[in-house]
């Protein structure tokens, strides 16, 4: 291995192999950053078998073709440090090739290699493209859906912790649950060669989103492979194992005909659950609202034995056709205000059994555009 590259280009392509990295696996060699030489270009790629980054820089080749694997922290870190300088070489030690030179202006570091026969095989990027997709579109998709979802150390159901991809009729249905509340987004799909459904772990697909905010790169392709799908922008490509369970039905929870409108203004709804979250009970965090029927405003209420409780009349733009008294789990309805960027937002009520549906109101920002929630109800002993 003998090469010069630039600096920039070396530093960017290792920052984003890194988020791959399987730095807590019990294999040794996930921890390691496989580098490749093939003709001008130099592959840097990371993989924790969840999830894999390939990032292809310009270099020139001053050997042959080769493959070294080196600790990726550590390369992360000498990436993070180099001195300013436009270039960096790299060597393999000639005698025993177990160590690789690496020089930049005056600092030099000699690093130990691992095993690249123990390296796992990352997949090639396959031939046939089933979808392109705006990036900022995608972005917006993941920041209303991904939290919705359980981690992966929460539970058992596997299903729960993921982003269920739906491509279907030029659009794509990105969707996340964790069996009390469900996020929906739905945007357009540039191109759509194949429809087809794809469970993705919503931590590998916010990894995914932090390797697109630093590529210069405005449309994702989506390729599928086997048990994977793969999202390829500019030289980057990002692999992600999807999960073998089937996502429960949300359709049928999404409510239809709820007759109850509560529309608030934005911030002032938050902050004021934001507030009132302070006295709700650890348990169940609890938050309720009463309305009255010829009343343009609400009262949010919540109470603990331990912290005392709150309350607060918050306005609304129309008052309710009947009175309602509901309560919710405060983060809930605060994660979904968070997230959003209209102005105004409606909670669709029916009565305090059946869950409510939350929706951006006009007018919609165009960020919004697509999205609903569904929260179900915390049933309080009287």
């Not at 000639?94 to 160590?99: C, F, L, P, Q």
């Not at 090639?124 to 031939?127: F, G």
């Given at each position: 291995m003998d090469f010069v590259c630039a600096k920039s280009d070396f530093v960017f392509g290792v920052r984003l192999a890194s988020y791959a990295l399987g730095t807590r696996s019990s294999m040794p060699i996930l921890a390691g950053l496989k580098m490749e030489i093939g003709g001008t270009h130099l592959s840097l790629q990371a993989t924790?078998?969840?999830?894999?980054v390939r990032c292809e820089i310009p270099i020139e080749n001053r050997g042959g073709t080769e493959t070294a694997v080196l600790n990726g922290a550590i390369l992360n870190q000498i990436a993070s440090h180099l001195p300013a300088d436009e270039k960096i070489t790299f060597?393999?030690?000639?005698?025993?090739?177990?160590?690789?030179?690496?020089?930049?202006g005056e600092t030099s570091f000699d690093l130990p290699t691992l095993p690249a026969e123990d390296y796992p095989e990352i997949a090639?990027?396959?031939?046939a493209k089933i979808a392109s997709i705006r990036v900022g579109d995608f972005h917006h998709g993941l920041e209303h859906t991904a939290f919705a979802a359980l981690k992966a150390g929460e539970t058992t159901r596997m299903s729960l912790t993921g982003v269920d991809l739906v491509l279907k009729a030029n659009q794509l249905r990105m969707v996340a649950t964790n069996g009390y509340r469900l996020a929906v987004k739905?945007?357009?799909?540039?191109?759509?060669?194949?429809?087809?459904?794809y469970l993705i772990e919503a931590s590998v697909l916010t990894d995914l989103d932090r390797v697109l905010a630093q590529i210069d790169s405005d449309t994702l392709d989506l390729r599928r492979g086997e048990g994977q799908l793969f999202f390829h922008a500019g030289a980057v490509t990002f692999m992600a194992r999807t999960i073998g369970e089937e996502f429960p039905d949300f359709e049928r929870v999404i409510p239809r005909d709820n007759p109850i409108a509560l529309t608030f203004e934005?911030?002032?709804l938050l902050e004021a659950l934001q507030r009132i979250q302070i006295t709700a009970a650890e348990d169940s965090g609890a938050i309720t609202i009463r309305g009255a029927a010829d009343e343009t405003a609400v009262r949010i209420h919540s109470s603990s034995k331990d912290k005392g409780e709150a309350e607060e009349r918050v306005r609304l733009k129309k008052a309710p056709i009947k009175p309602v008294e509901i309560s919710f789990r405060a983060e809930y309805v605060i994660d979904v205000l968070k997230r959003l960027a209209s102005d105004t937002v409606t909670i669709w009520l029916a009565e305090a059994r059946k869950a409510g549906l939350v929706e951006p109101a006009d007018p919609i920002a165009a960020a919004d555009q697509?999205?609903?929630y569904v929260c179900m109800p915390v049933l309080l002993s009287s």
């Open positions: 924790d078998l969840e999830r894999a060597r393999t030690d000639e005698g025993s090739r177990t160590t690789v030179a690496l020089r930049c090639a990027l396959p031939s739905t945007i357009d799909v540039a191109e759509c060669e194949e429809e087809g459904e934005r911030r002032t697509g999205f609903l």
